[in-house]
């Protein structure tokens, strides 16, 4: 059964979303609470914009209940969708207007009256960069012009709920620093509660106060940054730049009995360990053993992509 809690944003009950003999989402549970932003991260296919689509009402699931502010989410999709706003992953501007009416058309199509959108319209187009090209065709814009238009129109009107599909794709990271700050602004001054997928990790860490990662259409963990480092034992990372590297140094690294997991980048192998120090010199003496140089090594704290790579790895086990 679904519950409703006035401090809950959305609940999302044992969620099944099939197409024919793929099952997209199995059986997929998670809350969000009023005022945070939540993000909601996986490999390419894993199930985000599923559930994205299914909470802003695109798609029916298969099985399972939900509530979005507090309505059904199969009942009350009328209701669910005048309270939230949605930027898509996919490119959605009306090609044959200006941009100035664009901005003007959406928020016009909420009800927000006439001297309102005209000061919205002003402070959008101001921190998105899009004043100088007002009066320019979308259709003539650059795919980075576009997205920066098609998410400064969302903030046209009010909302209490936020979607972000992947919003910073093609995105400059001078304007996808803005966006980020915009959205924590507005989620701390207005309550608006945000669900925020992306694949680029150090913006969800940035950005989040919890997350969920998914991967097959299950998640896999779920929590803050730092709830997540402690179940997957990510307290420290030890870097390492191995002259001759092959695939036998990370089969000698993953067989030292204290290392959680070992993952080569391609530039560097990260070594996934809670004593770092106390490891240094027995993997040191078994690279030295078998000719292998070690040119690099350094600690650190572990990232949210290390963690994600791990949840990944391990299935949340």
């Keep these: 059964m679904v519950k409703s809690l006035s401090s809950v944003a959305i609940v999302f009950a044992n969620i099944t979303k099939e197409y024919g003999q793929l099952r997209a989402l199995d059986d ?3 809350e969000v609470k009023k005022g945070e932003i939540f993000g909601f991260i996986g ?5 985000k914009t599923t559930t994205i689509r299914i909470l802003t009402t695109l798609l029916t699931p298969s099985s399972g209940e939900a509530k979005v502010l507090g309505y059904d989410l199969r009942k009350d999709s009328d209701e669910i969708r005048r309270r939230i706003g949605y930027v898509q992953q996919q490119p959605s501007t009306e090609f044959f207007m200006t941009v100035k009416e664009n901005l003007d058309t959406y928020g016009r199509l909420w009800g927000v009256e006439k001297e309102e959108r005209r000061k919205r319209a002003e402070f959008l187009a101001e921190k998105f960069g899009l004043n100088k090209i007002l009066n320019k065709g979308a259709v003539e814009l650059s795919i980075g012009e576009r997205r920066r238009l098609q998410v400064a129109r969302e903030f046209m009107h009010d909302m209490k709920l936020l979607f972000l599909d992947e ?3 093609g995105l400059d990271p001078i304007v996808k620093r803005t966006l980020l700050d915009f959205i924590k602004e507005r989620a701390k001054s207005d309550g608006v509660t945000v669900f925020f997928t992306t694949h ?15 991967d097959k259409g299950k998640i896999v963990a779920c929590g803050s940054v730092e709830e997540l480092r402690r179940k997957f034992h990510s307290e420290t990372v030890l870097v390492l730049t191995v002259e001759g590297k092959d695939e036998k ?7 030292v009995r204290e290392v959680d997991a070992v993952l080569d980048d391609g530039t560097s192998i990260r070594i996934f360990t809670n004593d770092p120090y106390s490891q240094t010199p027995r993997i040191l003496s078994i690279l030295l053993k078998e000719g292998y140089h070690v040119t690099e090594m350094r600690v650190r704290e572990p990232t949210l992509e290390d963690v994600f790579v791990q949840a990944i790895k391990k299935g949340g086990s």
Excluded: H, K, Q, W
């Design 28 to 30: 997929v549970s998670f």
């Design 43 to 47: 490999p390419n296919g894993a199930g």
């Design 167 to 169: 919003p910073s794709t």
């Design 200 to 214: 680029i990790m150090s913006e969800a860490e940035y950005l989040c106060d919890r997350i969920a990662i998914i």
């Design 249 to 255: 140094v990370i089969r000698l690294l993953e067989s």
